[in-house]
């Protein structure tokens, strides 16, 4: 990461919320723990809820203390993170109400040399997006002699329509190149590291294609349910939280081209180019490719879990899905043919974001297919919690003629580091306070992502789809299974206790065929 050169101030709204006090405050204070923010530099917490700024900076402090990876060092560089710390309580909705935050944010840059450059960090509920970009407009805040940008969370827009209209909106306060649309995960050590692995190692890039790659499973199972999310996750689901946004992030950098040059939008412009490759489902074929689900009361460990409609908020005949599963195809020259599997859902039995490689099996004819008795090389790479990867490969037992056994050639990536590597929202905030934009969301993936989602949620609408039930603590309704075994594969599975051990499938040590 990248050391800050220039003063600026941080405006977060939702300054006392969950994410604020999760990830956002113990982000800024690992980078000014590790010496990447300019020593002139502050954050103005925006509320609704009237608050002294000691009382702020009290919260702020618990929330590091909570959540940081590090812990809080005291001393003067403390210090100096605390008190660059205000609070302004106003009425988001209400332009008049910006005086009093310009006021604040003018105050801190007239201690800064002058220098006037200001970040704007959304953490808001999404219908709020539009009025406080436009309410920074109105309220003088966007007219600075330096430099400003406009961090917004997720979810940008419901569909595509009402993302278009709220990018209408964010368009006359801000430049496209002043956006910030974050995807958290391509902040992750390990999505960052896709290209990397892929564009850097001769071993890989020759086989990344249809000739060689027999398909591709992207898994983001979580072990929590919906929490107190109600709210939000009933108009939103499986699909809009987590498809939209996250998998098929996942799935762009597995599928991208080399770009030309390692410039952002040369990089964006090959993303995006997958979006466009793309197989859209038209609603009626939804059924065919997509399964939905929805979490039933079970057990998760050894203890009892309510069903997704006994949530607090939920309604009792909720039909909001909780899982999804899909098979998607990347109809280019170089995935032509390949299936790539996804899924995602709640209340899982294991926490964990991974894709697996599977390789084409070797050819049938040859001796040492051992009459298909062997497994085919996958290559696993752990995206959370933990961070790696792994190449499963065929190698003789040791002291036998020719028993094959599966080998695991593991890379740690987090294993070394104190505290654990630096967290999404550390690395995407130092990037946008470096005005780099390579790993935010463009306009066009956006709006392209949509469109692969609209059908498939009216379909759903439509109910012309079953909304299947899976037991909380299981892998989700057993209707997914009939979209791999069309293509002859299974999911596999990454061992409960380590992130490298065998898939289910090898543990025997000797591969098996399915
Ligand atoms: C968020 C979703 O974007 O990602 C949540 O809104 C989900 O529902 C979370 O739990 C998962 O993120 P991570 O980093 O824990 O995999």
Redesign the pocket.
Known sequence: MRESKQPFVMVLFGATGDLAKRKLFPALYALVRDGLIHEQFAVVGVGRSEMDTADFRQMVQEAIRENSRLSIQEGQQWQNFINSIDYVAIDVTKSDTYGKLKTVVDGREKLMDGSSNRLFYLSLAPELFGTVATNLRLGGLTQNQGWKRLIIE?PFGKDLESAQALNEVISQSFKEEEVYRID??LG?EMVQNIEILRFTNMLFEPVWNNRYIDNVQIT?S?T?GVED?AS??EH?GALR??VQ??MLQMLMMVCMEPPSKFETEAIRDEKVKVLRSLRRYGEDEVSQYVVRGQYSAGQMKNQPVLGYRDEPNVAPDSDTETFVAAKLFVNNFRWSGVPFFIRTG?RMPK?T?EIVIQFKEVPTLNNFHHGGNIGPNLLVIN??PSEGMTLYLNAKKPGTDDEVVTIAMDFCNNCEIEGGSPE?YERLINDAIHGDSTFFTRWDEVSLAWKFVDPIRRAWDKNLVPLHEYQAGTWGPKAVNYLLSEDNTQWWYVNEKEAFTLPAQMQDGVFSRR
């Open positions: 997720k958290h995960y992750k983001a979580e929590l999310r939000y996750y939103s939280d987590m946004n996250h709640k926490k974001t995206i959370n999404a």
